[in-house]
């Protein structure tokens, strides 16, 4: 037969276990938050961003990663297997930031195309005219390299080793401009017609 004191005591238990859960379900910061946070949102809120320029930015990423593929690796950054890399810029900024720095206020990333070294082994991609805006760095010679559907006028340096070219296709796969040999460039190009290239 069932000890009453028992039943009673073990009752209360299941009650304050129930009461515990529930506790932990309703209290902000607790197992709720740890679901629901957004990767990298340490980053943003180093970097002082709004929530604005936040949303704007996981949007745009998302929108990258749909497209191109790849692996976010940092708030504004995709690594597109090993071959190359986005980085996104926020509206209004002229580059993208590093947003993997210590620093309250993140630098520009580093550019390996723009003022840097002659012959980097990089062909940089630049959403915006004048080497403006969201970028897609490309280093690996093997690899087509999909441009984004949505970009138009932009730019280009191809600072890949002395005398290597790039190579442009439309969506059928025909050559439609090869560059000239790094170092070479240009402030306003098209990327309308481009689906793809090849960086080297």
């Known amino acids: 037969m069932r000890n009453p004191a028992l039943a009673t005591a073990a009752g209360r238990s299941a009650a304050v276990a129930v009461g515990l859960l529930l506790t932990l379900a309703t209290t902000p910061g607790t197992a709720h938050a740890a679901t629901t946070a957004q990767p990298f949102a340490w980053q943003a809120e ?15 990423v998302g929108t990258y990663l749909e497209e191109l593929g790849g692996t976010q690796v940092a708030l504004n950054e995709i690594d597109l297997d090993g071959a190359g890399s986005v980085l996104v810029a926020l509206p209004g900024e002229a580059q993208p930031r590093d947003f993997t720095s ?24 630049y959403r915006g005219t004048h080497y403006t805006g969201t970028r ?26 002395k005398g290597m070219r790039g190579y442009m296709y439309d969506d059928n796969g025909t050559t439609i401009y090869t560059t000239p040999g ?3 460039y240009h402030a306003t190009a098209n990327w309308g017609p481009v689906g793809s290239m090849i960086p080297c």
């Not at 897609?136 to 080793?161: E, F, H, L």
């Open 46 to 60: 180093a970097a002082g961003l709004t929530e604005a320029q936040t949303t704007w930015l996981r949007s745009e």
């Open 102 to 125: 210590p620093a309250a206020e993140p630098a520009a990333a580093a550019d390996r195309c723009l003022n840097a070294p002659w012959y980097t082994g990089y062909f940089c991609a």
């Open 136 to 161: 897609i760095d490309m280093w690996d010679c093997g690899r087509v390299m999909y441009i984004p559907r949505d970009w138009g006028a932009g730019s280009w340096i191809n600072n890949q080793s």
């Open 182 to 184: 790094a170092r070479s």
